[in-house]
């Protein structure tokens, strides 16, 4: 388990710890003060996507969603993201997400664009 350094502090920073990590996915820890919502999930997605970082120098930001969607509401408030580095061009990385509330119950999902400088 691994922190993820952000420039972000509580309680905007809800993505907490890389559980695991291969070249293409990873699976990240997010935890909320409250019951999240549906742009709190996403916003810990983006912030999830640092764990795919070449070093702790690079910066990134969210530039776009794509089919987004709340497959039902979530009633914890620690999750785990499944991310998934699809697609690389350039500067751009298009980042894919499930979020779940145990092994089995995904509660959201979409693909977001990440500007990296």
């Given at each position: 388990?691994?922190?993820?350094?952000?420039?972000?502090?509580?309680?905007?920073?809800?993505?907490?710890?890389?559980?695991?990590?291969d070249?293409?996915?990873?699976?990240?820890?997010?935890?909320?003060?409250?019951?999240?919502?549906?742009?709190m999930?996403?916003?810990a997605?983006?912030?999830?996507?640092?764990?795919?970082?070449?070093?702790?120098?690079?910066?990134?930001?969210l530039?776009?969603?794509?089919?987004?969607?709340?497959?039902?509401?979530?009633?914890?408030?620690?999750?785990?993201?499944?991310?998934?580095?699809e697609?690389?061009?350039?500067?751009?990385r298009?980042?894919?997400?499930?979020?779940?509330?145990?092994?089995?119950?995904?509660?959201?999902?979409?693909?977001?664009?990440i500007?990296?400088?």
């Amino acid at each position: 388990m691994t922190e993820i350094k952000l420039p972000h502090l509580a309680p905007i920073k809800f993505a907490k710890f890389t559980l695991d990590k291969d070249e293409k996915s990873a699976r990240v820890l997010i935890e909320f003060e409250q019951i999240p919502t549906l742009p709190m999930l996403v916003e810990a997605a983006a912030q999830s996507s640092a764990s795919f970082r070449i070093d702790d120098k690079e910066n990134a930001f969210l530039v776009s969603l794509k089919g987004i969607n709340l497959l039902q509401k979530p009633t914890k408030m620690s999750l785990v993201v499944h991310a998934r580095d699809e697609h690389r061009l350039d500067k751009m990385r298009y980042v894919g997400f499930d979020i779940f509330e145990d092994e089995v119950t995904c509660v959201a999902s979409g693909t977001l664009v990440i500007a990296v400088q």
